[in-house]
């Protein structure tokens, strides 16, 4: 006999394999998204909605002014491999997206709050990459996509037990060490001010001598994170 933890775990799996198997029977039943046009300033956002677990996940795709979007944040989530689908409901239409995203969205929709919408844009989807015209005209209002975007959220991948855990805590202190090092030489927090410091190096020096955690395996479950798609771009 199996022991018990192993018997929850399988469980757990069918559980969530059939639950994926009837939504793709559900999905069967819907047509697949088409594209409205979009005009020269606009762009697309979509919104996410929270919902169950189980709930076949749905986003609503919408024009904006890229002169007055509402809030929203740029997802990124690495490279992945595009023969690896899961479909969606897009405005009531079914679209294919890679899995890498499909699990970031799912992971965006678990920590929504009751009434809580997101919207956010992601080229795999707010594109339409079957239309050259559009690809033209969109590609090059990227840079101000993003410029005007309230945040990036960056999808690493599933959580790896303890060491993603130790992972972020040290991102933590690194972050709080950084503000504390430009504090005391005077400079501005910023990417650029990185240059006052004349090699990579005497920065690396700088955080350790001021980082709390001076334990090995913090730095190794970093250096995991850092090896995942979203950095290898």
Same mark, same amino acid.
């Given at each position: ?91 009531? +239409? &079914? ?7 499909? $699990?970031? /969205? !799912? #992971?965006?929709?678990?920590? %929504? ?84 410091? +004349? &090699? ?7 955080? $350790?001598? /001021? !980082? #709390?955690?001076?334990?090995? %395996? ?16």
């Amino acid at each position: 006999m199996l022991p018990t933890s192993i018997e929850l775990n399988l469980a757990t799996l069918l559980n969530i394999f059939y639950s994926f198997q009837n939504m793709s029977e559900e999905l069967a039943n819907y047509s697949p998204f088409l594209y409205s046009q979009s005009q020269h300033g606009q762009f697309r956002l979509a919104q996410i909605r929270p919902a169950s677990a189980e709930s076949i996940l749905k986003i609503e795709l919408s024009v904006f002014s890229l002169e007055n979007p509402p809030p929203y944040e740029i997802i990124s989530y690495g490279l992945d491999d595009p023969s690896q689908t899961s479909l969606i409901l897009c405005n009531e +239409q &079914t679209i294919s997206i890679t899995r890498h995203l499909f $699990r970031a /969205l !799912l #992971a965006i929709r678990s920590e %929504l709050r009751a009434k809580e919408t997101r919207f956010f844009w992601v080229d795999a989807i707010c594109i339409n990459h079957s239309d050259t015209q559009e690809r033209s005209m969109q590609i090059p209002l990227q840079a101000s996509i993003t410029s005007r975007s309230s945040r990036c959220t960056i999808w690493v991948g599933d959580q790896d037990g303890r060491n993603s855990d130790l992972a972020f805590a040290l991102l933590s202190e690194i972050g709080t060490a950084r503000r504390r090092i430009f504090q005391d030489e005077g400079k501005t927090f910023s990417l650029s001010a990185s240059h006052h410091f +004349q &090699t990579r190096g005497q920065l690396l020096k700088a955080y $350790r001598g /001021l !980082l #709390a955690s001076q334990d090995p %395996l913090s730095w190794e479950a970093l250096d995991e994170i850092l090896e995942r798609p979203p950095f290898r771009r």
